[in-house]
């Protein structure tokens, strides 16, 4: 139900109750039993908070009426011989297992809820080694229903409850962490010794990921889901109030832009979000400190070569912001492959060993931070770069309003405002940053000089008449540079009837 939007999940409790009041109807669980399950889903989800605990157990009500009406067909298992006649008769015949396929002495030992009633059956009248029969005992054995559930940020199965021990009981809650192969052994073995002692671990596994996807939630949008804003605008101004940068049109722009990027990636994944703030300061300033308090539990400081392919990839899962620290240490290549990194809205992959492709729409946003005030390379791949000259951090005041920020920015994300900038915003202010810390090239100068007075020049002269290059010296590199120069200092490449030149902007036909 946490993953049901706010605005179907009165409807989907009530196509719960009705699937459970099925079984109440069968007379396979107790109806109190079931109201109070579906109770706990509707506060865990915010149903109860959002429409009152009156309307929440009115839905529920209705659903465990209207499906006890339609009660579930269960087989009933045929009389089955008493466990000693079972060994008798297979010691008779010279077998170690019971004729029925049970194991010798180990008689089917009932959990705390009656679901092997609910089983298939063989020809024998006992309970299928299958996966319909563990998803039953997932779905009704009391210990059992809320052990697993799937994190939808994290995209992992997860444990939210310790795995009971056969005849143990429901486990007490735990702090939920990702699910493993020991614990899946447990299931396989809780199986086998309550009812079903053929099951198989990869039947194991299928149930308990089914039963996981069954109990699905999403930490994040639950986590802005229950914020409550209480007017008082900050978006505008957070990067000047709380990272003591200086309050401009630009600092409030991408001040807002970024954090409701933050709040649409976790709403809509892999939507638009390919800008990077950057924040600049001394060493120790407390960069880092910052990104951490933003972005809580799931935060990363760590990520790998972004040209890894799969272990980057597999590292995005449950991250929400990730910081890409010391930009101004990258190579010209590293860059060159950041940017096409950061743009990518999904992410795919193959795990080690899985059987199909794994395709995770993005549910992050990039920061970056340096101590450097100039690091940006080149003036095409530089846009998509946001940079923030901060000041005093004050990081406990960042943490208090965390909240109010995100509330604030949920609240802009629902009355759709643009996290990404127009033209006029980034003509205007966006550009200017950017420009202010491009790395300096050392034949700037030289070339700058040379172009008062032209109208019109060439790779070549500027190569051979400015810079003092013997044409065959004059490689791919080279031309490069200098072109990349010339668009810096505001001239584009033109084709005429003479060839290829560059001419002023403003003098282009």
């Known amino acids: 139900m946490a993953s049901t939007p706010v605005r179907g999940r009165n409807n989907r409790l009530n196509r719960a109750a009705f699937q459970l009041g099925t079984l109440v109807g069968a007379g396979v669980l107790d109806a109190a039993v079931a109201t109070d399950r579906l109770m706990d889903a509707a506060i865990a989800c915010g149903l109860v908070r959002d429409k009152g605990r009156d309307r929440a157990m009115a839905t529920i009500e209705s659903g465990l009426t209207a499906g006890a009406a339609k009660p579930r067909e269960i087989p009933e298992p045929p009389p089955q011989q008493k466990s000693g006649q079972r060994r008798a008769k297979a010691r008779s015949k010279g077998d170690e297992d019971d004729p029925d396929g049970e194991p010798a002495g180990r008689p089917f030992a009932a959990s705390g809820g009656d679901w092997l009633g609910a089983c298939l059956l063989d020809d024998r009248g006992n309970p299928l080694p299958n996966l319909a029969n563990a998803m039953t005992a997932l779905r009704l054995a009391p210990e059992m229903s809320e052990v697993f559930a799937y994190d939808e940020m994290l995209c992992a199965t997860v444990l939210t409850r310790g795995v009971p021990d056969p005849g143990g009981g429901i486990a007490a809650p735990i702090p939920i962490r990702p699910a493993t192969d020991n614990d899946v052994s447990r299931v396989q073995e809780w199986l086998q010794v309550c009812g079903l002692p053929r099951m198989s671990k990869d039947t194991a596994h299928q149930a308990v990921d089914q039963r996981a996807h069954e109990r699905s939630f999403h930490p994040v949008r639950d986590y802005l889901d229950g914020l409550r804003w209480d007017a008082r605008e900050r978006l505008g101004t ?200 491009f790395e300096a090239d050392a034949w700037e100068e030289a070339i700058t000089g040379f172009l008062i007075g032209r109208s019109r020049v060439s790779v070549t002269e500027v190569a051979r008449d400015c810079l003092g290059f013997d044409l065959p010296k004059i490689g791919t590199a080279e031309q490069r540079r200098i072109g990349a120069a010339l668009k810096r200092l505001g001239w584009v490449s033109v084709r005429d009837w003479k060839g290829r030149a560059f001419v002023p902007k403003g003098h282009v036909a």
């Open 238 to 437: 957070w990067l000047s109030t709380y990272l003591g940068a200086e309050a401009t049109p630009y600092t409030a722009g991408i001040g807002t832009m970024f954090l409701v990027a933050m709040v649409a990636r976790i709403y809509e994944p892999g939507c638009k979000a390919d800008y990077m703030m950057v924040l600049e300061g001394e060493q120790g300033a407390r960069k880092s400190t910052a990104c951490a308090i933003l972005g809580g539990p799931w935060f990363s400081d760590n990520l790998p070569d972004v040209t890894t392919g799969k272990d980057v990839a597999q590292h995005l899962a449950g991250k929400w912001l990730i910081e890409i620290a010391e930009m101004s240490a990258m190579s010209k290549a590293e860059d060159a492959a950041l940017k096409a990194f950061i743009s990518r809205p999904v992410e795919r992959y193959r795990p080690s060993y899985g059987r199909k492709e794994i395709i995770q729409p993005r549910q992050c946003v990039f920061i970056g931070t340096t101590n450097k005030a100039t690091y940006l390379r080149d003036e095409t791949g530089g846009r998509r770069y946001w940079p923030v000259k901060v000041g005093c951090v004050d990081t406990d005041a960042l943490a208090r309003d965390r909240d109010q920020l995100f509330a604030e920015a949920v609240a802009h994300y629902r009355e759709k405002t643009r996290w990404w900038p127009d033209d006029e915003f980034e003509r205007q202010h966006i550009q200017p940053e950017q420009e202010a810390r």
